[in-house]
């Protein structure tokens, strides 16, 4: 039977000079004295191998290695493992593009992005999955505790909800689909059927072709939609607590994994202290906080105001949050109606019931209340130049009685790179797609 | 605060008389002696609302009553709400293109899946998706208990593992690109990586021409992949032990719904029970069946023999096991080698250490130990008419050490489908693809 590095210290303790399979890669290799000190990985961590002479083993190889477990005050861990008999299973050609076991951070992120099969195995770049996991499974685990239904629909779409633009057309078979931008209109199908709460964990596309660090082509969207709501503050408080509980899992399960990035997550009760201020007046308080930031440093010419939420706003919102509500987590509601899709319920005359998550200075939710009445679905179709022609199909969805309700979704690599402080979010999609970029 | 319709009868016991909100759809109504009945729909189940006189709702019209709780062994469940206060929330044009609250064996199964966002309206439609979601949650959840960890892989691939045969073509900017047909590579890639055991979700594409009730253009694929295997046996042993826990949790959490189609669920001893059979003794197997089988009906030449596991070979396996082993569950393994993709791990100079589970009648699972060993695969790619050049990113992976490992893929559909014995497997995706159904 295998056992795994990390129940190494723990036998060694209980059962010295107990022998033990082990199996994983060759990390490092140290000669001295006539004896091979080699540093095994496996899914669980790292530990010392100890083998008499010297070896011909390259690194990165797959092995299997039998011995005695031995404590040993200087063997990470504290531990060791004197082998006996040592198979390698698979062996590595020893012109390794760079050094896994080194400092992936000298490495450049194309290189990375190049050698996936290869980066991945250094445990820091590696841990960003485990937490990427750790997010996916509370986002579902906290909506099936609430009755959510997890639901899987097609990415392959007729014709676009909101238009043809910034979609990828695909051939089939002897016609024209696209790929879907979000599950949006599958989702409000489900409420419209009576599921009432449905989440879906997804991959998204858009055809944009602007390159930079908060872009993906081909994104995981973690959706949500619910019935029975009031108003966007309904799914504001559904988001506080979903983004608490995914928090909790990750301080509680990955707290290794934090700690490789330095990361700390916020804890609940800042969660449910982040504020939500109005569209119109976040742009106000962005000024504000942007001519108090020119007075300590030079960021130029702030004072002149801004027009949209852009991604500078989004820092100094939260750096503002930060500072006023201690969680650089700031809700942004009541967005102008041009500024929102057709779909989106009206608060106003100019406003609308939706909002947008920021988070340590990212975007990394949109949601709001969807309008549910049909005739007022016609009506508002004119002034967004669509014809309810090209939306048959959506339209059929609230013909027949549909609940008042809203959704939101969360950018799964988002919240990955800001939970863990990434510089790009490439950096959280195990394959990340963009205009250049379709292999490996 | 809003109850649900499962609660009505519990609060009429105890509190009878208590004033209740409720929301939801209007299923039926009955008018009688100057009294409505009305059934409301919500996502819990049924409720009878009594109001006086006549109404003008519409069926299927979403609405929120007001009313008191009463006990009355007439009704539905025992109880109903005395409504006071009606307020329709979103009506229903009243052309309904099929009744909703009837029996939808009637209906065909082109205009159910026309009519989505009003068929899956029909609580026994409906309850298909509910069981799907825990298939998909249990699914999840044996593996994370296992040391699994859950990835999410990118849908477009720059080119086909298997050759570009059976592949969607995606305009991708500039170039083209394709929609994976399996998360294969992908899996290997974090086989490699040294997450050693990893699971996903996700959808995948198969651009095959034929329209069957056992084929989707797109389905869901839960695939597994495992490292430090001896053969196809541990991975048989590890699909047995997910497939009970499947089981499992779709008797204790959709008794109702697997109620409404008149299906049962294996119990977990009986899983453990199916046999596992060589390819080739397999068609032996199928044949002597079909003899059987033909000396009591008519099945015609079966006394012939097949060539391969046809759907035909799959019925015929599965009523076999059904009588011999008390469960229609087979897997057989050993499949020649030039049945199977060029990276299948030999058993022999002719065979291999691939497997299939059938199940009903259905195949629901391919899988098998795949090579690990870098000049092995270098080696055989000719014999397969492949070439090394073509297949670079997925060489690499081997290339620096990969232990032993090997994976399946579970159609999510397909055993959606086997479970509640639906005749087409289209009944069980939401939003099914085929070669001409492309919305909604």
Redesign the interface.
């Known amino acids: 039977m ?1 056992v795994l590095a990390k129940d190494i210290a723990g036998l060694a303790q209980k059962e010295a000079g107990k022998m033990v399979e082990l ?4 990390h490092r290799i140290r000669e001295l004295g006539g004896v091979s000190f080699v540093i095994l ?3 669980s961590g790292l530990v010392q191998l100890v083998l008499e002479g010297k070896t011909d083993l ?1 690194l ?3 092995v299997r290695a039998e011995g005695q477990v031995a404590i040993n005050e200087k063997a990470p861990g504290g531990a060791e493992v004197r082998v006996q008999r040592l198979e390698v ?5 020893p012109d ?1 593009p760079f050094p896994v076991n080194g400092d992936m951070a000298k490495v450049g992120l194309d290189v990375i992005l190049d ?4 980066s ?2 250094n445990p820091r770049i ?1 841990s960003i ?2 937490v ?2 750790t997010i ?2 509370a986002f ?1 685990e906290y909506l ?1 505790s609430e ?1 959510f ?11 676009g909800t909101e238009g043809g633009t910034g979609l ?6 002897d ?1 024209k ?1 696209y ?1 879907a931008q979000s599950p949006q ?2 989702k409000q ?2 409420i ?6 449905v989440f879906e ?3 998204a596309y858009r ?1 944009e ?1 602007h390159d930079t660090p908060r872009h993906l082509n ?1 994104y ?1 969207s973690m959706d949500v939609e619910m019935a ?1 709501i009031e108003s966007e503050a309904d799914l504001i408080e559904l988001e506080k607590h979903l983004l608490a509980h995914i928090f909790e899992a990750l301080a509680k399960k990955n707290a290794e994994d934090l700690a490789a990035w330095n990361a700390t997550v916020p804890d609940s009760d800042s969660v449910f202290k982040a504020p939500t201020i109005a569209h119109d007046e976040a742009l106000e308080l962005a000024r504000a906080e942007a001519v108090r930031g020119s007075q300590n440093t030079s960021t130029g010419s702030a004072a002149q105001g801004f027009f949209e939420i852009s991604p500078e706003v989004e820092r100094l919102l939260c750096a503002w949050a930060g500072r006023e509500y201690g969680i650089d987590l700031v809700f942004v509601n009541q967005f102008p109606r041009r500024h929102r899709p057709f779909y989106t319920y009206p608060a106003s005359a100019t406003h609308t019931m939706s909002f947008d998550a920021l988070f340590r200075g990212l975007e990394i939710t949109t949601g709001g209340r969807r309008q ?3 005739q007022a679905l016609l009506e508002v179709l004119p002034r967004f130049g669509l014809k309810a022609e090209d939306l048959k ?1 959506y339209l ?9 309700h809203g959704g939101f979704a969360i950018g ?1 690599e988002r919240l990955t790179q800001k939970v863990l402080g990434l510089s790009n979010v490439k950096e959280a ?5 963009d ?1 250049r970029r ?3």
């Open positions: 295998r199996a994983g890669w060759v990985r496996d899914r390259t990165e190889s797959v299973l698979s062996r590595s050609e390794l050698n996936r099969p290869l991945l195995r590696r999955f485990r990427q996991a996916i499974e579902s099936r009755g239904t997890e639901i899987k629909t097609s990415k392959l779409i007729g014709s990828f057309e695909v051939d089939y078979f016609r689909v790929l209109f599958y199908t489900m419209a059927s009576g599921l009432e709460r964990v997804a991959p055809a072709k081909e995981v029975f549910e009445q049909y199909d059929a969805v609230f013909k027949y009685g549909c609940p008042p799964c999609s195990l394959f990340p797609r205009r379709v292999s490996p």
